[in-house]
């Protein structure tokens, strides 16, 4: 079992940042792609960043230029840098981790979601 827990979220004035971490605790596991996803009520679940393996990113247009995702392997940790801040950005914001767990001989593929945070840009 892989196991995410988001944090850093909060409330936050337009214009303003915040880094929300994503931290993920198991044994036995290697992940190959985290995405982070945000979620308002009555509206569709957007994927606002991704990081595979090897390091490669990529974002959807809303938020281009402004969110930042990166990676520590050290302490299985992913963060995403929120900056310019902006109200549409207000959801709750959860990540998403796949990848394989267990031994080489028994090995599974797993797909983990966080809680979620919530996120409020605000003035």
């Known amino acids: 079992q892989v196991q995410l827990v988001e944090s850093g979220g909060g409330l936050v004035q337009p214009g303003g940042s915040l880094r929300l971490s994503c931290a993920a605790s198991?044994?036995?596991?290697?992940?190959?792609?985290v995405g982070w996803y945000r979620q308002t009520p009555g509206k569709q679940r957007e994927l606002v960043a991704t990081i595979l393996s090897a390091g490669t990113t990529t974002y959807p247009d809303s938020v281009k230029g402004r969110f930042t995702i990166s990676r520590d392997n050290a302490k299985n940790t992913v963060s995403l840098q929120m900056n310019n801040l902006k109200p549409e950005d207000t959801a709750v914001y959860c990540c998403?981790?796949?990848?394989?767990?267990?031994?080489?001989?028994?090995?599974?593929?797993?797909?983990?979601w966080g809680q979620g945070t919530q996120v409020t840009v605000s003035s």
């Open positions: 198991g044994s036995d596991f290697r992940i190959e792609s």
């Open positions: 998403n981790a796949m990848g394989v767990i267990g031994s080489p001989f028994a090995s599974r593929r797993f797909d983990a």
